[in-house]
């Protein structure tokens, strides 16, 4: 079992950077495929960029490319996404996920192939 734990939000300006760290607990981190999501009020969560099992495949939802980069690292037990160019759009409570995987290379864009979730950490861009 994997808990996960997101930190980095705040308040931060339109065209500012923000890094979000995902610190997960357990032995087996690197047998997880990993995940960022972010949920606005009153719209559904939504997919926003997620890595394989060493962090050598990636994938972003079209909003987020080239703005946001997601990376992990294996020994520390954390993933990162590091936000720049932000947009008040990107307001949302942003969560983490991992799903155990037995592809090295495979990475995950719904929900629910996701098995483990952070509790979230909002992320507020002021125009």
């Known amino acids: 079992q994997v808990q996960l734990v997101e930190s980095g939000g705040g308040l931060v300006q339109a065209g500012g950077s923000r890094r979000l760290s995902c610190a997960a607990s357990?032995?087996?981190?690197?047998?997880?495929?990993l995940g960022w999501f972010r949920q606005a009020p009153g719209k559904q969560r939504d997919f926003v960029s997620a890595?394989?099992?060493?962090?050598?495949?990636?994938y972003y939802a079209d909003s987020v490319k080239g703005r946001f980069t997601i990376s992990r690292d294996n020994a520390k037990n954390t993933m990162y996404l590091q936000m720049n160019s932000l947009k008040p759009e990107d307001t949302a409570v942003y969560f983490c996920?991992?799903?155990?995987?037995?592809?090295?290379?495979?990475?995950?864009?719904?929900?629910?192939?996701?098995?483990?979730w952070g509790q979230g950490t909002q992320v507020t861009v002021s125009s």
């Open positions: 996920a991992a799903t155990p995987s037995y592809y090295s290379r495979s990475v995950y864009y719904t929900e629910y192939e996701y098995t483990y």
């Open positions: 357990g032995r087996t981190f690197s047998s997880y495929a």
């Open positions: 890595i394989s099992l060493s962090g050598d495949n990636t």
